[in-house]
């Protein structure tokens, strides 16, 4: 998920940890591929193996859990633990598996972001009651349950993907327009 401002360049790189590459290119979206969840169910069980209880919510999202919709061919995963602000409880434990921490964002929900160590996955880490696990749980069972939601969606990726982005997070960013009508619609409906 995006946040609802596009991020400059001056808060991509603050909030990077680590060399921040520019991306300078188009973005590569591949076919849905069902061996996406197990991908998912491999990094679960690592991630649990090395958190244990400290796991409040570990969840599948982003574009590879919706089957049938293209994607950027990386493994999105959601973890909530009691503070994501407090790293010393979750990250060194994660590095020892082979995660590496690479975003930082204090001022956004205290969103931690970490690489994982096999196929491409990231790790999106919040804390227990941030309202953005709500709004990436509604917008990926909305673009899963709704047929015409996942290929509004689709439409949009694949005609940005050909863009020349400098970040991919500016990729992310030019969606949010359909992705905050994708959640607003699935709030209306669950009301």
């Avoid at 969103?111 to 309202?131: I, M, N, Q, T, Y």
Wanted: charge should be neutral; hydrophobic fraction near 40%.
């Amino acid at each position: 998920m995006t946040k609802h401002e596009p991020l400059t360049e001056a808060q991509i790189i603050a909030g990077t940890v680590g060399e921040r590459r520019r991306h300078d290119g188009s973005v590569t979206l591949v076919e849905y591929d069902p061996a996406w969840p197990v991908q998912y169910r491999h990094e679960d069980v690592r991630i649990r193996g090395a958190l244990g209880e400290r796991v409040k919510l570990l969840e599948h999202v982003g574009s590879t859990s919706v089957p049938g919709l293209a994607a950027k061919p990386v493994i999105d995963m959601l973890l909530v633990v009691a503070s994501s602000a407090d790293e010393p409880a979750y990250v060194p434990a994660l590095e020892a598996v082979g995660y590496v921490l690479r975003i930082r964002e204090p001022a956004w929900h205290e969103h931690r972001l970490l690489k994982g160590p096999d196929a491409p996955a990231k790790l999106h880490v919040f804390s227990e009651g941030c309202a953005e696990i709500e709004r990436m749980l509604l917008f990926r069972d909305r673009v899963r349950s709704v047929p015409d939601e996942r290929l509004l969606y689709e439409r949009t990726k694949r005609e940005l993907a050909q863009r020349v982005w400098a970040y991919v997070q500016n990729y992310a960013d030019a969606k949010s327009e359909v992705v905050e009508g994708i959640i607003a619609r699935a709030r209306v409906e669950r009301r």
